[in-house]
């Protein structure tokens, strides 16, 4: 988990504040960010000013936008991964396999961020963008990460993040949540019964490299259609690509 930084420079900070209330409310008029942060009118503006100088804000009318620099800098990152590169080709092979939404996940800071995501003919859409965080403990992809970290590290991410209930299935106590990656653990796969989101389940697998999980792989599904067949056979398909990526970053 990331520790406090020693010298932390405020402005910063409140540059990075204003970024976030930018992304979260899909634009915003400095009246807007001054009701939501901590600081003068002003103050703000300066710091749009700034951003904007530099190509990160755009300006249409009142409103402040991100702008499409920070797609460059989350394309390098992405593309220098090696989970991302080695794994890309077998999500799109799973999707064409099961007819599923393949994605893949790592973990970074105790959330979750989704690498990519690909679609077969039966695929929904996944409420999950390319690139955003989420909880680990209320998706499969996240629950088959957090059965491969050390209970110490569960418990930070615990106390970070907490258990936030996203629906009537979501696990929401540190005690059902060892239960669970137990369960995962000893299965090699997870399964996630509409825990994020009513009407999807997924069946995940994390993918490991030398007894380190580095992430996962799943198949996503409308409510409903995974039964016991299916499911062995999807668990299947699940598991072999998620060795295969395993295998591809080992190797690459």
């Not at 999807?200 to 996503?220: M, N, T, Y």
């Amino acid at each position: 988990m990331p520790k406090e930084a020693n010298y932390p420079i405020r402005s910063v900070e409140n540059s990075l504040d204003i970024i976030q209330v930018l992304q979260e409310s899909n634009g915003a008029r400095i009246r807007d960010l001054e009701r939501e942060l901590d600081m003068s009118k002003s103050a703000i503006h300066n710091h749009l000013s700034t951003l904007r100088a530099n190509e990160y804000v755009n300006k249409e009318g009142e409103t402040y936008r991100l702008g499409l620099k920070f797609l460059d800098h989350g394309g390098y990152v992405r593309d220098n991964l090696k989970l991302y590169t080695a794994g890309k080709s077998e999500v799109d092979r799973l999707a064409e396999e099961t007819g599923a939404s393949a994605s893949l996940l790592t973990e970074e800071y105790g959330k979750g961020v989704t690498l990519y995501n690909s679609s077969g003919e039966n695929a929904v859409n996944l409420p999950i963008r390319t690139g955003r965080r989420i909880h680990l403990h209320n998706i499969g992809l996240g629950k088959a990460v957090l059965a491969h970290l050390p209970e110490s590290r569960i418990w930070e991410i615990i106390e970070r993040h907490g258990l936030p209930k996203t629906t009537e299935n979501t696990i929401t106590t540190p005690e059902e949540l060892f239960e669970e990656v137990k369960r995962i653990r000893e299965q090699g796969y997870s399964l996630d019964i509409e825990e994020r989101e009513m009407g999807l389940q997924c069946i995940a697998a994390p993918i490991r490299q030398e007894e380190k999980v580095v992430g996962a792989i799943s198949a996503s599904f409308p409510a409903g259609k995974i039964d016991n067949g299916f499911n062995e056979e999807t668990k299947e398909a699940v598991q072999r690509a998620s060795n295969q990526v395993g295998l591809e970053i080992k190797y690459s």
